[in-house]
């Protein structure tokens, strides 16, 4: 996937990021309709199964905190948190059950995994989360 360099200032708000990704998503996969058509167009969730917020947040909690031992947690910045709400929290299948103070708790911690591990962290909170581990 071809990416461009995104600040902050160029994410303004969550809609702006979900357009920004529809429109990387719909080049990735060849389509031809534009940020629009790609959001609304392409199958959102996330191949994760359904789960209360609190085992969510113990496990990426766990994962986010791996090999810290002792050092202050990561600040992740403002990208990393609408990354891992647009990516990660939102597209949980239970999250529509979650309130707005767990959804935020919970993309905190997906940020700070994002901060310190990139997308493989997310690959490994996937994993996790399918096999209870």
Known sequence: MAMTTVTAAG?????????LIGSWLARDTGREDGPEGAAEALP?????PPAPVREVLAVTRRLALQGLAG???????????????????????????WSER????????????????????????????????
Do not use: N, Y
């Open 11 to 19: 994410l303004d708000d969550e809609e702006t990021a979900r357009r």
């Open 44 to 48: 959102s969730g996330w191949s994760v």
């Open 71 to 97: 050092r202050p947690r990561p600040t992740p910045g403002a990208v990393d948190l609408l990354l891992a709400r647009v990516l990660v929290v939102d597209e949980h299948p239970s999250a529509a059950g």
């Open 102 to 133: 767990e959804r935020a708790e919970l993309g905190d911690w997906v940020a700070v995994l994002i901060r310190r591990f990139g997308e493989a962290g997310v690959q490994r909170l996937g994993a996790a989360l399918v096999t209870g581990r």
